[in-house]
């Protein structure tokens, strides 16, 4: 078996592993791990990503902020550039989340190219899932305020990847979010 795939199927084993209690907040609460997976199968599918590193970060990209995970683990088992990725997409875990949310605004035009590429397909995969349920708990009002929140995010991610922004734009559109 090629390295690339061996490296993959390493990835997705770990990012099963770690995400292997949790669930998404859809109604039928399915399992956390089918998230980083779509991330990843959009930046493949959609956005005609074949970069390992990005398609490993996309896996991983929830791994830190949401596990036990560490970056050094993630630096050990698959190296720098991975490691740097998943770093400029994890929020800060000390920061309150409306302060977080503050700042992923302020850091997406920062950050590489490579991560955006990441934050793009993790809004993406996020409002569509927004879209085809509501999670329970969440009124209609919060489902718009995400929204809102995730174009403004989506603004500094922009001459990335025109196929992804052009898909997060017909969902802004359709809520009539101006962009
Ligand atoms: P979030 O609003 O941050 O929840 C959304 C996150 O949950 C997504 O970014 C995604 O992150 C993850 N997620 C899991 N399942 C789904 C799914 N099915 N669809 C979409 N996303 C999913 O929730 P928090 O509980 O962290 O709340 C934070 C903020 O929400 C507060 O600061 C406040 O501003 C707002 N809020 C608004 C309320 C209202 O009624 N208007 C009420 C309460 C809070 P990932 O990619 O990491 O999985
Ligand atoms: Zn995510």
């Known amino acids: 078996m090629s390295t690339q795939t061996t490296q993959f199927i390493e990835c997705i084993n770990f990012a099963a592993i770690k995400h292997k209690d949790q669930r998404r907040k859809d109604p039928e609460q399915t399992p956390y791990i089918n998230h980083p997976i779509g991330v990843a199968f959009i930046l493949t599918s959609e956005a005609g990503i074949s970069d390992l590193a990005v398609i490993q970060a996309a896996l991983l990209h929830d791994t830190v902020e949401d596990t036990d995970t560490t970056i050094d683990e993630i630096c050990q088992s698959f190296g720098e550039e991975v490691a740097s990725i998943v770093s400029e997409v ?29 934050k793009l397909a993790d809004k993406l995969y996020n ?31 922009r001459g990335t990847n025109k196929t992804l922004e052009n898909s997060l734009d017909q969902l802004f559109r359709e809520r009539n979010i101006i962009t």
């Open 90 to 118: 994890t929020d800060d875990k000390k920061l309150p989340k409306l302060a977080r949310k503050q700042q992923q605004i302020e850091h997406a035009p920062h950050v590489s190219t490579k991560a955006k590429l990441v």
């Open 127 to 157: 409002l569509r899932d927004l879209n085809r349920a509501r999670p329970n708990r969440w009124t209609e009002d919060r489902i718009t305020e995400y929204f809102e929140w995730a174009a403004l995010v989506v603004r500094g991610l």
